[in-house]
């Protein structure tokens, strides 16, 4: 019953599944990008802040694609620790719009 509970999370995931989140995170992060320069362009600082997350999402995600074609899907452990740095990274402007 234990040994179940360690190998589950030294499995690899599927490599489609992970190509596929690190594309969405990767366009999510090009839109967010190109939506904030043409809505607002970078006239003030804090519009830099938002444009450097969103343009770090998607370098973050490009670099999760080669990595996984190269070697081979990467664990749960380390795949729910990629998915859930971008996913803060995805929500850290709300917070930042919110806080100012």
């Known amino acids: 019953m234990f040994d179940e509970i ?9 490599r489609g599944y992970v190509l ?3 594309g ?11 939506v904030h320069i043409w ?8 519009h830099l802040v ?18 996984t074609l190269r070697s081979g899907p990467p664990t749960k ?6 998915s859930g740095m971008l996913a803060f990274l995805v929500v850290a402007p709300i917070f930042i719009r919110t806080l100012s």
């Open 6 to 14: 360690g190998r589950t999370q030294d499995e690899p995931e599927a």
């Open 20 to 22: 596929s989140v690190c």
């Open 24 to 34: 969405c995170y990767c366009h999510i992060g090009i839109l967010g990008t190109a």
């Open 39 to 46: 809505r607002h362009g970078s006239s003030q600082p804090i």
């Open 50 to 67: 938002y444009i450097a997350v969103y343009a770090a999402v998607s370098l973050l995600s490009l670099s999760c694609l080669p990595a």
């Open 77 to 82: 452990r380390t795949f729910r620790l990629r």
